[in-house]
């Protein structure tokens, strides 16, 4: 018999339901043995000591996307894949934005153009919807989906992106009936802009009054509508970025009832506070924390753990959107606007990369979630989800060998002078993290490995999916 290509040995691997010390073997960039003892490979890898998971799937990044007001985002597919491969993941969904006026199909067409070549992981994209027309809800959007585009997202604020109830209801409807899922950004909008109004009148114009602009009463009220509206179409949803307990109760709310919805949280909810927005005494340090919707309070990270525990939350995702904090020629977080207001400070925070050390050190160190909850809400169950399983999110035989080597005791701390996004500042600078990913393999290739890319050039796949399934 041939030898495999790849041997994995002596590790812990791990899955979403269960742990044990086996070898692993991939040939042709797929998993094809798994057992407690595998002789010889043309490659080896001593796993002992550490922890063997599928690649982490980091389902919701935003790379390359073009800001209405000229900002400038500070990742593209090199270095935003880059950034992800280092922090341990194999696959990730970033955002095709479609412009108001502009057909969806291109857009689709745009983000690929700068995806090719460029990505060191695998790539499968999700679209954002600002602009349902007659042409996008009755051909684009169905066309598309059928071609392996099976997930969408929708906004209910942002003055450029926000949909109407009635754009929201149509949306939905196409959803249902083609079999695609639609991520909600639920914030209501016209709440937003009533407290922006009148924390401006009061002068309170700082970085942190975005979280107060951004009111948690403002999601749950939306995060409610989403679900309402998604219960009358009859069609299953995801929530996206789950901040506190009041839009997380609506959830548990709906799944009391029967209904589909999904739920997603995000690091900067269990590992920020709308504290962290005050920077020094309200200076502008505040804005490198500005993001929608924005951390909440200590009793919405305890919620949130809970969600996290208990099953409410089926997967937690970056929500990487990385700004430069001094770009240059106000394309950054400190733009002579933003100074102004704290309503024109981009919203999105970088972290792809420590996504996974994160959930891992508060969570797993710290007792909170079990290993195997950790690699289901990482990989496996957004594998799921978004319709990759169990090509994705999986170890077993036929998977593709995209694996993470996991040193669940090394510590260090978070600093920007380690990472690889685009971004100039991390928010996590100085956090201590017990636990970080050694080494990345995709497809049986190691990728990453000690800080160093180990790849001459990009090597990452773009993913057509199929339908996400009903039950995770
Ligand atoms: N929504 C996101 O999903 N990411 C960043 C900003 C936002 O509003
Ligand atoms: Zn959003
Ligand atoms: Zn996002």
């Given at each position: 018999?041939?030898?495999?290509?790849?041997?994995?040995?002596?590790?812990?691997?791990?899955?979403?339901?269960?742990r044990f010390?086996?070898?692993?073997?991939?040939?042709?960039?797929?998993?094809?043995?798994?057992?407690?003892?595998?002789?010889?490979?043309?490659?080896?890898?001593?796993?002992?000591?550490?922890?063997?998971?599928?690649?982490?799937?980091?389902?919701?990044?935003?790379?390359?996307?073009?800001?209405?007001?000229?900002?400038?985002?500070?990742?593209?597919?090199?270095?935003?894949?880059?950034?992800?491969?280092?922090?341990?993941?194999?696959?990730?969904?970033?955002?095709?934005?479609?412009?108001?006026?502009?057909?969806?199909?291109?857009?689709?067409?745009?983000?690929?153009?700068?995806?090719?070549?460029?990505?060191?992981?695998?790539?499968?994209?999700?679209?954002?919807?600002?602009?349902?027309?007659?042409?996008?809800?009755?051909?684009?959007?169905?066309?598309?989906?059928?071609?392996?585009?099976?997930?969408?997202?929708?906004?209910?604020?942002?003055?450029?992106?926000?949909?109407?109830?009635?754009?929201l209801?149509?949306?939905?409807?196409?959803?249902?009936?083609?079999?695609?899922?639609?991520?909600?950004?639920?914030?209501?909008?016209?709440?937003?802009?009533?407290?922006?109004?009148?924390?401006?009148?009061?002068?309170?114009?700082?970085?942190?009054?975005?979280?107060?602009?951004?009111?948690?009463?403002?999601?749950?009220?939306?995060?409610?509508?989403?679900?309402?509206?998604?219960?009358?179409?009859?069609?299953?949803?995801?929530?996206?970025?789950?901040?506190?307990?009041?839009?997380?109760?609506?959830?548990?709310?709906?799944?009391?009832?029967?209904?589909?919805?999904?739920?997603?949280?995000?690091?900067?909810?269990?590992?920020?506070?709308?504290?962290?927005?005050?920077?020094?005494?309200?200076?502008?340090?505040?804005?490198?924390?500005?993001?929608?919707?924005?951390?909440?309070?200590?009793?919405?990270?305890?919620?949130?753990?809970?969600?996290?525990?208990?099953?409410?939350?089926?997967?937690f995702?970056?929500?990487?959107?990385?700004?430069y904090?001094?770009?240059?020629n106000?394309?950054?977080?400190?733009?002579?606007?933003?100074?102004?207001?704290?309503?024109w400070?981009?919203?999105?925070?970088?972290?792809?990369?420590?996504?996974?050390?994160?959930?891992?050190?508060?969570?797993?160190?710290?007792?909170?979630?079990?290993?195997?909850?950790f690699?289901?809400?990482?990989?496996?169950?957004?594998?799921?989800?978004?319709?990759?399983?169990?090509?994705?999110?999986?170890?077993?035989?036929?998977?593709d060998?995209?694996?993470?080597?996991?040193?669940?005791?090394?510590?260090?701390?978070?600093?920007?002078?380690?990472?690889?996004?685009?971004?100039?500042?991390?928010?996590?600078?100085?956090?201590?993290?017990?636990?970080?990913?050694?080494?990345?393999?995709?497809?049986?290739?190691?990728?990453?490995?000690?800080?160093?890319?180990?790849?001459?050039a990009?090597?990452?796949?773009?993913?057509?999916?199929?339908?996400?399934?009903?039950?995770?």
């Open positions: 018999m041939s030898l495999p290509d790849l041997v994995i040995r002596g590790g812990t691997l791990v899955t979403a339901s269960d010390q086996a070898d692993l073997a991939v040939t042709d960039g797929k998993i094809t043995q798994i057992a407690s003892r595998i002789e010889g490979g043309h490659e080896e890898i001593d796993a002992s000591g550490l922890l063997v998971l599928p690649g982490g799937v980091d389902a919701h990044v935003h790379l390359a996307q073009e800001q209405g007001d000229g900002t400038v985002m500070a990742d593209d597919f090199a270095s935003g894949t880059r950034s992800a491969v280092a922090g341990g993941n194999t696959t990730v969904l970033p955002f095709a934005l479609q412009r108001k006026g502009q057909s969806l199909r291109e857009a689709v067409r745009d983000y690929h153009a700068q995806a090719e070549g460029q990505s060191w992981c695998d790539v499968s994209f999700h679209m954002i919807i600002t602009d349902p027309t007659p042409q996008v809800l009755g051909q684009e959007l169905p066309a598309l989906v059928r071609e392996g585009y099976t997930s969408f997202k929708v906004f209910m604020t942002y003055d450029d992106m926000v949909l109407n109830d009635a754009e209801l149509d949306v939905f409807d196409v959803a249902r009936r083609e079999n695609a899922l639609v991520m909600v950004h639920a914030e209501g909008h016209d709440a937003i802009k009533y407290m922006t109004r009148k924390l401006e009148e009061q002068g309170k114009t700082a970085p942190y009054y975005h979280a107060e602009a951004h009111a948690q009463i403002a999601e749950r009220e939306a995060t409610h509508r989403a679900i309402s509206h998604a219960q009358l179409v009859d069609v299953p949803i995801v929530i996206v970025h789950v901040s506190g307990r009041d839009p997380m109760e609506q959830i548990q709310w709906a799944r009391a009832r029967g209904l589909q919805v999904f739920a997603e949280t995000c690091p900067q909810y269990v590992a920020m506070t709308a504290e962290d927005l005050k920077g020094l005494n309200m200076d502008f340090e505040g804005a490198k924390y500005v993001c929608s919707p924005p951390p909440r309070d200590s009793d919405s990270q305890a919620a949130i753990w809970q969600g996290l525990r208990d099953g409410t939350f089926d997967i995702s970056s929500d990487h959107c990385p700004f904090f001094d770009g240059e106000g394309t950054g977080k400190d733009n002579p606007r933003a100074r102004t207001s704290f309503k400070v981009p919203n999105g925070i970088p972290g792809v990369e420590t996504r996974l050390p994160i959930l891992f050190s508060e969570g797993v160190s710290k007792g909170r979630i079990t290993l195997e909850r690699v289901a809400l990482t990989s496996t169950n957004p594998a799921k989800l978004y319709g990759m399983y169990p090509q994705k999110g999986a170890l077993i035989i036929g998977a060998a995209d694996i993470t080597l996991w040193d669940a005791n090394r510590r260090a701390p978070v600093r920007q002078v380690d990472l690889h996004h685009g971004a100039d500042y991390t928010p996590y600078e100085g956090m201590e993290i017990t636990g970080w990913p050694v080494r990345t393999i995709l497809g049986g290739r190691t990728v990453f490995a000690a800080g160093t890319f180990t790849e001459a990009p090597t990452g796949r773009y993913l057509p999916r199929g339908y996400s399934p009903k039950q995770l």
